[in-house]
């Protein structure tokens, strides 16, 4: 049984270049949510899919952006990077009626230059 | 909105000796949460969930957790710990009302395990 898949596994870019990070999730999962984590710190809520629908959206500026597919993967788009944007990018995925229930791909490291 | 506080950012202890994990969370509505453990370089997995019932759960790799509502806490806890358990510990919490779907974090607690 394949779990969260993320790609790719580190990124380096430099600033204002634009990246996509891809999700897989978990088999019989429709629902990805995607997290910032920041060195030293928590990860924090980006958005979540569902439905190739963005159903909800924390508080990070329009420049993320996402995608979801109708196989349930999805993308993570970033424009404009800033250094500041450089930060582990963790995928979840999950389904209802357990939508709170999240399980974590081992994530994206991107390093902006 | 709700917020996670983890109060130890790092917790030493020696091998066999017992641990707890302190985490305390703030929310207007009722929650559902969550203990993840995070190994170097790697990304979140999940030890345990309170979602209802029962306030003790327990989790895997022999860790519980005790949710009190009246102090709003959700402490980690095993009776004794391993060089393996060596790790960074995050405490989530999330609202259960239709609509809520975000997990919020704490800043996490590094678990170091002394042989």
């Known amino acids: 049984d394949a779990g969260v898949t993320q790609s790719p596994t580190h990124l380096i870019k430099t600033r204002g270049q634009q990246v996509t990070l891809r999700c897989s999730p978990k088999?019989?999962?429709?629902?990805v949510s995607w997290y910032q984590q920041a060195l030293g710190q928590g990860p924090q809520f980006i958005f979540q899919?569902?439905?190739?629908?963005?159903?909800q959206r924390g508080n990070f500026p329009d420049r993320f952006s996402g995608h979801q597919f109708p196989n349930y993967s999805s993308e993570l788009n970033v424009n404009a990077l800033l250094l500041g944007d450089s930060a582990l990018y963790l995928c979840?995925?999950?389904?209802?009626?357990?939508?709170?229930?999240?399980?974590f791909g081992a994530g994206t490291r991107l390093s902006v230059l | 909105a709700q917020s996670v506080t983890q109060l130890d950012s790092q917790v030493p202890v020696f091998e066999e000796a017992p641990v707890e994990l302190r985490c305390n969370y703030s929310?207007?509505?009722?929650?559902?949460l969550f203990w993840y453990v995070q190994y170097p370089n790697q990304g979140l997995q999940l030890l345990l969930k309170?979602?209802?019932?029962?306030?003790l759960v327990k989790g895997i790799n022999g860790f519980e957790a005790e949710f009190n509502k009246s102090q709003t806490s959700f402490h980690l806890r095993k009776p004794s710990v391993h060089i393996s358990d060596t790790a960074e510990y995050f405490c989530?919490?999330?609202?259960?009302?239709?609509?809520?779907?975000?997990?919020?974090f704490g800043k996490g607690t590094k678990l170091s395990v002394i042989p």
């Open positions: 309170y979602l209802s019932g029962s306030t």
């Open positions: 929310s207007s509505v009722s929650v559902y």
């Open positions: 088999s019989g999962h429709d629902t």
């Open positions: 989530a919490v999330s609202e259960t009302g239709a609509g809520s779907y975000q997990l919020t």
């Open positions: 979840a995925s999950s389904t209802p009626p357990d939508g709170n229930i999240q399980y």
């Open positions: 899919y569902y439905e190739e629908e963005e159903r």
